[in-house]
């Protein structure tokens, strides 16, 4: 049985996404949704996408099966404590934040663990706002789960089904366990792309030269440093403890390197590198820059039987060969879910002019 009601409180890129992909697979529901900015509401109800015109009031939630929190973490908890107490005891929240740890201590502060189930969709954009939200966002995106000890099996269970009819592909995790990965694999590179940002424009010269230079191999490491600030901010305090954890460890690996730099010891540090590059490899291919020169584009793909079979048979109908092709499943600083890596420029060019011709949302970096 699907839901009748959900609520969303914070109306952006993602609960947008969410709602727009909930009405299309069960256009009888209702939705209701409050945002900062009463445009944002407006918006929605222009789009059809929920059912409310003004700004809503917390007592307007009472009856909803499911109520998505999509604003900052620290916001998603003080919507908490206005919440308990006023919704039904068959109601669910759940958030889609990138930290866990601190919105999961707060439902047990509060005693509301039997009516909370975190949840992170690994899915986003560099563009925000509900006028970028999409219905396939979230399709082959991993979607983590993080159940209180309250939780039941049929509680989880009936979440994790409406993640799969999202198209999501859902993951439950310990949230500790959610923040010391996301730290290690997201929070960190945000901290060290924004640090070595800051080395560069400290280091420069008076005539830009490093700024003028700086090339593939900079771009490419430091691109999530244009990330919203005031977001990252926010990261960094939520997620402190597991941040500092991984700092240390990264320092103490710096350290090692400028040991090993320090005394040429010429062995260590190529079996840094060789171990880096291998298990570097074995994630994704490479990507240009300083790096082997990769002709590759992303592309928004429905999830539907045939789609990728389709794209493969558009390209080789016109004699363009396809190097390598893969499904994105971590897709929170990614545009795209389809991979595709060509052969040399001219055919990376082909393609995006051939899929682009074929009405494909085409993202070529």
């Excluded at 909803?64 to 919440?83: A, G, H, M, S």
């Excluded at 934040?97 to 999961?104: A, L, P, Q, R, T």
């Amino acid at each position: 049985m699907h839901p009748r009601k959900i609520g969303f409180i914070g109306f952006g890129l993602i609960g947008g996404s969410i709602a727009k992909r909930l009405k299309k697979i069960y256009p009888d529901l209702h939705i209701i949704a409050t945002a900062s900015h009463l445009k944002t509401v407006t918006l929605a109800h222009e789009l059809a996408l929920i059912e409310n015109t003004a700004l809503c009031n917390i007592e307007d939630f009472y009856d909803c099966d499911y109520i998505f929190l999509c604003t900052p973490v620290q916001k998603n908890i003080e919507y908490l404590r206005q919440l308990k107490g006023r919704i039904s005891p068959q109601c669910m929240i759940t958030d889609v934040g990138s930290v866990k740890s601190d919105i999961h201590r707060a439902v047990t502060e509060l005693d509301m663990e039997a009516n909370f189930i975190g949840g992170h969709p690994m899915a986003g954009s560099e563009k925000t706002g509900l006028e970028n939200a999409s219905d396939y966002l979230l399709e082959n995106a991993y979607y983590v789960i993080t159940p209180t000890s309250k939780n039941s099996e049929t509680t989880i269970e009936t979440f994790r089904e409406l993640v799969l009819a999202l198209g999501a592909i859902p993951l439950i995790l310990d949230y500790e366990a959610h923040d010391f990965a996301t730290a290690a694999i997201s929070h960190l590179p945000h901290i060290i792309a924004y640090s070595l940002v800051n080395l560069i424009q400290a280091s420069d010269d008076e005539n830009e030269t490093m700024k003028l230079i700086a090339a593939g191999g900079f771009k490419d490491i430091t691109r999530i440093a244009s990330s919203s600030p005031v977001m990252w901010e926010n990261i960094c305090l939520s997620n402190k403890t597991q941040l500092l954890k991984l700092i240390d460890a990264f320092a103490g690996l710096l350290q090692n390197v400028r040991t090993d730099i320090e005394h040429s010891d010429s062995e260590a540090l190529l079996t840094a590198f060789s171990n880096a590059k291998e298990y570097r490899d074995s994630i994704t291919i490479p990507r240009k820059g300083a790096l082997k020169q990769v002709y590759e584009l992303y592309l928004d793909l429905i999830d539907e039987a045939g789609g990728i079979a389709t794209v493969a048979t558009i390209l080789a109908s016109n004699h363009l060969s396809i190097k390598n092709i893969g499904i994105i499943h971590n897709r929170e600083y990614r545009d795209g879910v389809l991979r595709l890596e060509m052969y040399d420029e001219k055919s990376l060019q082909a393609a995006v002019a051939l899929l682009q011709k074929h009405h494909y949302v085409i993202y070529a970096h």
